[in-house]
């Protein structure tokens, strides 16, 4: 079984027009069944990285290897791949082509000749999984930028995708779509799609995913567990990203105290790390 869903080897990319690469010799490895984020300031690539998923852009140099297989760019080897990767914009307006939110949950999948019987079953599906029941005959320029993200994803989980690519799947969503976005992804994820993201949520982050790659000028500069990357708060800082509340207070406590122990990932550890701590340390906090 491969341990890589998706791979880029050595990619350069540059614009037609650019001096710059937007992608220099970058290379990354998405693991298979794994929640992964992408990291980085804005104009680092993370974009044009997506882009190169499932063939939307081809590389100047090196490769994109799908479950260990070369990606070739005929219409037939990306018509397959664009099946199994799924791609939400951080603008929903760039997705979403039909008049009404049932009719462009319907039209990826009639272009993947499926039966009417099939359609109707999987439209309805994602109807009731994304809660758009009573949006489904609304039409889609008399929605919130936040409910076009919602049926933009909704879309794209109703061609049943193996690898879920989200760039900045928070962007418009208010608090309560927010944390419904989150739940989505624990459902998502536990049905057993891979999903990489690009976001600048660092809470999130450090809470949710299983592996982080930081993105700088193009290149991939740091990458490993999420505890693990938001260790390098120096490095965090000087690229301006910046770490989460948590590891700000974890580092607050003396070095004796925090000895052996990872940074924790949410708030429900940090405080069972504190009731042990106020238990077992006679001096207290």
């Given at each position: 079984?491969?341990?890589?869903?998706?791979?880029?080897?050595?990619?350069?990319?540059?614009?037609?027009?650019?001096?710059?690469?937007?992608?220099?010799?970058?290379?990354?490895?998405?693991?298979?069944?794994?929640?992964?984020?992408?990291?980085?300031?804005?104009?680092?690539?993370?974009?044009?990285?997506?882009?190169?998923?499932?063939?939307?852009?081809?590389?100047?140099?090196?490769?994109?290897?799908?479950?260990?297989?070369?990606?070739?760019?005929?219409?037939?080897?990306?018509?397959?791949?664009?099946?199994?990767?799924?791609?939400?914009?951080?603008?929903?307006?760039?997705?979403?082509?039909?008049?009404?939110?049932?009719?462009?949950?319907?039209?990826?999948?009639?272009?993947?000749?499926?039966?009417?019987?099939?359609?109707?079953?999987?439209?309805?599906?994602?109807?009731?999984?994304?809660?758009?029941?009573?949006?489904?005959?609304?039409?889609?320029?008399?929605?919130?930028?936040?409910?076009?993200?919602?049926?933009?994803?909704?879309?794209?989980?109703?061609?049943?995708?193996?690898?879920?690519?989200?760039?900045?799947?928070?962007?418009?969503?208010?608090?309560?779509?927010?944390?419904?976005?989150?739940?989505?992804?624990?459902?998502?994820?536990?049905?057993?799609?891979?999903?990489?993201?690009?976001?600048?949520?660092?809470?999130?982050?450090?809470?949710?995913?299983?592996?982080?790659?930081?993105?700088?000028r193009g290149q991939?500069?740091?990458?490993?567990?999420?505890?693990?990357?938001?260790?390098?708060?120096?490095?965090?800082?000087?690229?301006?990203?910046?770490?989460?509340?948590?590891?700000?207070?974890?580092?607050?406590?003396?070095?004796?105290?925090?000895?052996?122990?990872?940074?924790?990932?949410?708030?429900?550890?940090?405080y069972e790390w504190?009731?042990?701590?106020?238990?077992?340390?006679?001096?207290?906090?």
């Amino acid at each position: 079984m491969d341990k890589w869903i998706l791979e880029f080897i050595d990619l350069t990319f540059t614009y037609p027009g650019e001096k710059q690469p937007a992608l220099r010799d970058l290379s990354l490895k998405v693991p298979k069944g794994k929640k992964c984020v992408l990291m980085g300031h804005n104009g680092c690539g993370k974009s044009t990285l997506f882009l190169h998923a499932n063939g939307l852009l081809r590389p100047n140099h090196g490769r994109v290897l799908w479950k260990g297989k070369t990606l070739k760019y005929n219409r037939r080897c990306l018509s397959e791949i664009r099946q199994q990767i799924g791609l939400v914009f951080q603008d929903p307006e760039q997705q979403l082509v039909a008049a009404t939110v049932e009719e462009d949950l319907s039209y990826g999948l009639y272009n993947q000749g499926l039966c009417d019987e099939e359609v109707k079953r999987r439209v309805e599906q994602a109807l009731i999984d994304f809660g758009l029941e009573e949006l489904a005959a609304k039409p889609l320029h008399h929605l919130s930028l936040g409910q076009k993200k919602w049926v933009s994803l909704a879309g794209v989980m109703a061609l049943k995708p193996s690898l879920l690519i989200l760039d900045e799947p928070t962007a418009y969503l208010d608090p309560f779509q927010t944390n419904q976005f989150r739940e989505e992804m624990e459902r998502i994820e536990q049905a057993g799609t891979t999903i990489l993201m690009a976001t600048h949520d660092i809470d999130w982050v450090l809470s949710w995913a299983d592996w982080v790659f930081v993105m700088h000028r193009g290149q991939i500069v740091l990458e490993g567990e999420p505890a693990e990357v938001f260790g390098e708060k120096e490095l965090l800082v000087q690229l301006k990203l910046g770490v989460p509340l948590l590891v700000e207070l974890w580092d607050l406590f003396p070095q004796a105290l925090r000895q052996g122990k990872k940074i924790p990932r949410n708030v429900q550890e940090f405080y069972e790390w504190l009731v042990k701590n106020k238990i077992e340390q006679k001096q207290g906090f």
